[in-house]
């Protein structure tokens, strides 16, 4: 895989962090590059990661292996218009969205179903824009892709090679299947979040007590709130059907716990808690116990043989004992690739300071 073409439409994090992994990892790699902020284009020629920008999709695209559509979801339809009047035969045409059976639904009305495979790393951040973009985002997170049913398979084939080639864990689903599965892990999860917080701030008191305490376990739970108002309406307005269906047996869930409250159904509610917490302990980050206050941080680290050795090494040699420690595959809403639980607040102080000092990239939890 060497000397390839790749077109990126939008370039804000995924995108910028896609191109930027090629630009790492693929030898010989070109990179075209077409986004509405000027300053965007300017910066990744500036720091090599785009070889030729435009500010408009045109025909330097024609010569393109890959094309990304990377622009927001709403705008990928009108985009989608241009790149079919310019791409080559050769090219592969795909996304980087979290919803994908809208834009399977544009590429079957545009003809483009033997040339497109949807595409979804489950990675990001809090940060946006093409500023903030980098190469090891990407690094040992899921990147979905979802094949239409007449793509070559040689063309799939080839996407997951590359996707493996710049770090990531490509995983095969359908397109309904994405849609369903990340409607119960992500989307479900962010409304359910909201709509918790709202409650405790509609039922909270004229001093604001409730929000005063609400930190441990309400914080950790709550915490993807805190995401884009923006971004999680546009998912609820596509993702509709799923989230809806989901919602339904979530809601019904509440109603027979709120049964076995009324009728005091001890043996249901101990299962209620039972059940959920082995499940939970059986993730890779998952703490022990009932849920609580997780002290953990998100770090940086590259790829390599010993890189994770190196920092367990690190915190045991200044006496920071490690109660939990694993890769994350899934990092849409969580800066960092390893993720380390210590038993007391404290030690993140401490673990920050002695590998900061060191040239980790550390994130802590909010």
């Keep these: 895989m060497e000397n390839l073409t790749f077109g990126f439409i939008g370039l804000g994090l995924i995108g910028g962090s896609i191109a930027k992994a090629i630009k790492e990892n693929i030898p010989g790699a070109v990179i075209v590059a077409y986004d509405i902020n000027p300053d965007t284009l300017k910066l990744a020629k500036e720091d090599k990661t785009a070889d030729m920008i435009t500010s408009v999709i045109d025909s330097s695209f024609a010569d393109c292996d890959y094309i990304f559509l990377c622009a927001p979801v709403q705008k990928n339809d009108e985009n989608l218009v241009s790149v079919k009047n310019i791409m080559s035969e050769k090219c592969l045409l795909t996304d980087v969205g979290s919803v994908k059976s809208d834009i399977h639904a544009t590429v079957r009305e545009a003809g483009l179903e033997s040339c497109f495979i949807g595409g979804h790393p489950m990675a990001g951040s809090e940060r946006v824009g093409y500023v903030n973009s980098k190469a090891m985002l990407l690094q040992n997170a899921y990147y ?13 084939d080839a996407y997951k090679e590359l996707v493996s080639a710049i770090g990531a864990l490509p995983l095969i689903l359908t397109y309904e299947q994405h849609d369903y599965v990340t409607a119960a892990v992500s989307h479900l999860p962010h409304v359910i979040a909201a709509s918790l917080v709202n409650l405790v ?17 309400f914080k950790d739970i709550t915490r993807i709130a805190s995401s884009s108002a923006t971004m999680w309406q546009q998912i609820c307005l596509t993702n509709t059907d799923n989230i809806k269906a989901l919602l ?3 809601i019904q869930s509440l109603e027979n716990i709120r049964n076995d409250l009324d009728n005091q159904k001890k043996d249901e509610l101990f299962e209620l808690f039972d059940s959920a917490r082995t499940y939970r302990d059986s993730f890779i980050d998952a ?3 009932p849920i609580k206050r997780s002290y953990s941080i998100t770090i940086d680290i590259a790829d390599e043989p010993g890189a994770l050795a190196a920092i367990a090494t690190i915190l045991a040699l200044n006496q920071i004992s490690i109660k939990n420690i694993g890769i994350l595959h899934n990092r849409e809403y969580e800066g960092g690739v390893l993720r380390i639980e210590f038993y007391e607040e404290q030690s ?14 550390i994130y802590e939890r909010s």
């Design 144 to 156: 979905i892709l979802t094949p239409t049913n007449t793509v070559p398979p040689e063309k799939l």
């Design 201 to 217: 701030k509609d039922s909270d008191s004229s001093d604001g007590v409730m929000k005063m305490i609400a930190a441990g376990g």
């Design 248 to 250: 339904s047996d979530y």
């Design 287 to 289: 703490s022990s116990g």
């Design 348 to 361: 993140i102080a401490r673990a920050k300071d002695i590998l900061g000092s060191k040239g980790y990239t």
